[in-house]
T-cell receptor, first 114, second 106 residues
Framework: EPEVTQTPSHQVTQMGQEVILRCVPI?????FYWYRQILGQKVEFLVSFYNNEISEKSEIFDDQFSVERPDGSNFTLKIRSTKLEDSAMYFC????????????FGPGTRLTVT | KNEVEQSPQNLTAQEGEFITINCSYS?????LHWLQQHPGGGIVSLFMLSSGKKKHGRLIATINIQEKHSSLHITASHPRDSAVYIC????????FGTGTSLTVIP
């Protein structure tokens, strides 16, 4: 069964460093999403991406964040200058032809900022 | 301000019991999702609803658009159902509930 994959599973970085989280969505999906979950808190929406551009973003997704689909398979989330409060689990998801289609989640990347 | 409220926050049930988890939302939506988050953190989508009712195995999800309310039912609960169940809605963006932590005791 096709699945969404994410790398790395755990990333440790120092405050102020740039990080890139990588996701490989399901191959025929067209909508891509990033979410985060701070430990012990609820999942939060960051951004959705369709047709090579951002379709929606939350207030969390400020200028420190960017997303890219650099090739036909990868979908990346970049955090330019990490802060301690960026420590969280980051989930990528993808869905099919319509935004209302079921989303398939990746296993997550745990980001720890020290 | 919580756009999505779930109840109960925590639920303990004996194996075999019928379980109901409720979700109320305050925004206009195009779809509602029920998700399951395992103890290891992984998230699985259970249902996507825009109206009516869906059933998958022992899981049933219903939505009442007029009342802005959805329920997730688990029939004949089993210890492997132990997880956090999350309600999420698709409005102008995605809003998530805080989750219901379910523990099913053998």
């Amino acid at each position: 069964e096709p699945e969404v994959t994410q790398t790395p599973s755990h990333q440790v970085t120092q405050m102020g460093q740039e990080v890139i989280l990588r996701c490989v969505p399901i191959s025929n999906h067209l909508y891509f999403y990033w979410y985060r979950q701070i430990l012990g808190q609820k999942v939060e929406f960051l951004v959705s991406f369709y047709n090579n551009e951002i379709s929606e973003k939350s207030e969390i997704f400020d200028d420190q964040f960017s997303v890219e689909r650099p090739d036909g398979s990868n979908f990346t989330l970049k955090i330019r200058s990490t802060k301690l409060e960026d420590s969280a689990m980051y989930f990528c998801a993808s869905s099919g032809l319509l935004t209302s289609y079921e989303q398939y989640f990746g296993p997550g990347t745990r980001l720890t900022v020290t | 301000k919580n756009e999505v409220e779930q109840s109960p926050q925590n639920l303990t049930a004996q194996e075999g019991e019928f379980i109901t988890i409720n979700c109320s939302y305050s925004v206009g939506i195009s779809a509602l999702h029920w998700l399951q988050q395992h103890p290891g953190g992984g998230i699985v989508s259970l249902f996507m609803l825009s109206s009516g009712k869906k059933k998958h195995g022992r899981l049933i999800a219903t939505i009442n658009i007029q009342e802005k309310h959805s329920s997730l039912h688990i029939t004949a609960s089993h210890p492997r159902d132990s997880a956090v169940y999350i309600c999420a809605v698709r409005g102008n963006q995605f809003y998530f509930g805080t989750g219901t932590s379910l523990t099913v005791i053998p």
